[in-house]
């Protein structure tokens, strides 16, 4: 069925920590968003206020199909996060979706490694991979000890956890965890900030892990229309025959060794 | 209700196309809305060669409109021939091919390629404020709007508009200029040249430092362009800028513009084109107006 532009509901809404708000979004059974969601997808969130023309690329962190709802877990990081995180059940928005390519779910035993607000693509992702058999393993990289979403993972991974301040787990990094436990895998699934990327990339290259990486970029159609989101990418792209890969229709998910970081 | 309009001996189903750039070659907004239904498809620039675009951040929010410094990255005339001219062919509207290029055998070349090609007209962007050689710099200076003008149409198969840049002192002096030169039409706005600083990075919002502003934000800049350029030249104008309903669209042809390409409207609602020539319709039925044609350039 593909992309569908729609308007959602919000079912509920609440503060996880300070900044960072969760949201559950129901569509309607015709225009239902969740049921065509896979993991790694974002969609389209726009502003109901007309001086913000572009819609906030958003990853989606939880889907129930069935009932036709899907969760998004996000940061208020401007004017329109904030007026998103403002709305009250029942209060309405367009919704562009789902968008982007996801992640390929490999069997085997899984590595999810979210830093940050990369942290709530993982969740549908451990749930996924834990419902096909797999042994997950989530590494959740915090600047401090507020540990949002941890909870959430453990009923379907081995949950290990770094915080830049040392307050919790692994003082350090991600990559800093993973050596810690001694992870091992057959899989590499991330999200997170650029130089959290770099380190996960170069950690499966030195391993022979198959990696995959979410990218996150500026975007204003979010279609791969506009050629804004590009990414540089090691061979040339199918679009432009240039060296860039749009992130909103070729990514976000891309395997590792596909892209300069 | 007559809603067809000609531009520059073109029949048009109606007078709605999409501003070049923001609309790929049609394929991804083909998902949400019919191609069939637009006046035309103006397509993304192409060049002689694949360009690559400026580095990212490339686009970025301003109020009321948006910034961006794409860098006009294309794949170039080869595999816009081979691949994306035959997806627009399959429907039932005009494609307007936008033209870009550094030099001006660039832009040659792209014009001579697709003089053998079912292409309804060419629109040739000489007002890129994104792209340090070419762009802009043939938009700025009269003498070299109506020489670029005048080689382009020696070489063209197709009627010709020059896209004009409003970064100028008076926009209806570069008009004359492509007219003077033989252009079929002329197309304004392009974007205006903006900045956006971040206060708490201290940083550009845009690699580019400089982008091209858009959006709703500069439509009443758009609409007093095209009223001086209507009122300048003999040949049709296309208006833009902003549009993002039928009354704005209304707007542009009141203020005498003989077609209007709908841009940024896109990124903010995907089927901001088929709004548009519904709501021109709506609004001729409201006020009984049995011809579109009867509005372009009403308002004097």
Redesign the interface.
């Known amino acids: 069925m593909g992309k569908i532009m729609t308007t959602g509901t919000v079912k509920s809404q609440e503060m996880l920590s300070p900044g960072i708000y969760s949201m559950w979004i129901q569509f309607g059974r015709e225009e239902n968003v969740a049921a065509q969601a896979v993991p790694g997808q974002f969609i389209s969130m726009y502003s109901n206020e007309g001086s913000r023309l572009l819609p906030r690329p958003i990853s989606i962190c939880e889907t129930d199909g069935e009932q036709g709802c899907l969760r998004v877990v996000y940061r208020v990081a401007g004017k329109g996060t904030e007026e998103f995180s403002k709305m009250q059940p029942g209060d309405s928005l367009p919704i562009l979706g789902p968008l982007g390519n996801g992640f390929s779910l490999g069997e085997g035993k899984a590595i999810l490694i979210g830093g940050g607000i990369g942290i709530p693509p993982m969740l549908e992702l451990a749930k996924q991979l834990s419902r096909m058999g797999s042994q997950v393993q989530v590494v959740l990289g915090y600047r401090d000890g507020d540990l949002f979403l941890k909870e959430e993972f453990e009923p379907y991974a081995s949950v290990f956890v770094s915080t830049e301040d040392g307050s919790s787990g692994t003082k350090g990094n991600v990559i800093d965890a993973v050596r810690e436990h001694g992870l091992t895998g057959d899989g590499i699934y991330s999200c997170g900030p650029t130089p959290m990327l770099r380190g996960v990339k170069a950690f499966g290259e030195e391993q022979g892990i198959f990696t995959q990486i979410s990218l996150e970029e500026r975007m204003a159609c979010g279609i791969g229309a506009c050629l804004g989101c590009v990414c540089q990418s090691r061979e040339v792209d199918g679009h432009s025959h240039v060296r860039n890969k749009r992130v909103c229709k070729e990514g976000p998910v891309f395997e590792a060794g596909e892209v300069e970081l | 209700m007559n809603l067809s309009v000609d531009f520059a001996g073109v029949r048009m189903k109606n007078p709605v196309t999409t501003a070049s750039?923001?609309?790929?070659s049609g394929a991804?907004?083909g998902?949400?809305v019919d191609l069939n239904c637009l006046g035309a498809v103006t397509t993304?620039g192409v060049a002689n060669k694949?360009?690559?675009?400026n580095p990212?951040?490339?686009?970025?929010?301003t109020?009321?409109?948006?910034l961006?410094a794409?860098g006009l990255?294309?794949?170039?005339i080869d595999?816009f021939v081979d691949r994306d001219l035959p997806f627009l062919q399959k429907y039932d509207t005009n494609v307007i091919v936008n033209v870009c290029g550094r030099t001006e055998e660039d832009y040659l070349e792209v014009v001579e390629r697709l003089a053998s090609q079912e292409v309804q007209m060419l629109e040739i962007n000489i007002s890129c404020p994104n792209v340090e050689a070419g762009g802009i710099a043939f938009g700025q200076d009269p003498k070299m709007v109506e020489r670029i003008t005048r080689r382009i149409k020696e070489k063209a198969k197709q009627p010709v508009i020059m896209k004009l840049s409003p970064n100028v002192t008076d926009i209806a002096e570069m008009a004359r200029a492509a007219e003077a030169g033989g252009a079929d039409g002329v197309s304004l706005i392009n974007t205006l040249t903006g900045m956006k600083i971040d206060v708490h990075r201290r940083a550009f919002a845009l690699a580019n430092k400089t982008g091209g502003m858009s959006?709703?934000a500069v439509k009443p800049v758009a609409v007093r362009m095209v009223y001086q350029v209507a009122r300048a030249v003999q040949i049709p104008v296309l208006g833009m800028g902003g549009i993002q309903t039928g009354e704005d669209a209304l707007e542009f042809l009141m203020a005498g513009a003989t077609m209007v390409a709908v841009g940024?409207a896109?990124?903010?609602?995907?089927?901001a084109t088929a709004d548009v020539i519904a709501g021109i319709g709506r609004f001729m039925e409201e006020q009984g107006v049995e011809d579109v044609r009867e509005l372009i350039g009403c308002v004097r």
Request: charged share 15%; aromatic share 16%.
């Open positions: 750039g923001t609309f790929g991804e907004y998902e949400f993304k694949p360009w690559p675009g990212t951040p490339r686009v970025c929010e109020y009321g409109g948006m961006n794409i990255q294309n794949p170039g595999v959006g709703p940024t896109n990124f903010h609602n995907p089927t």
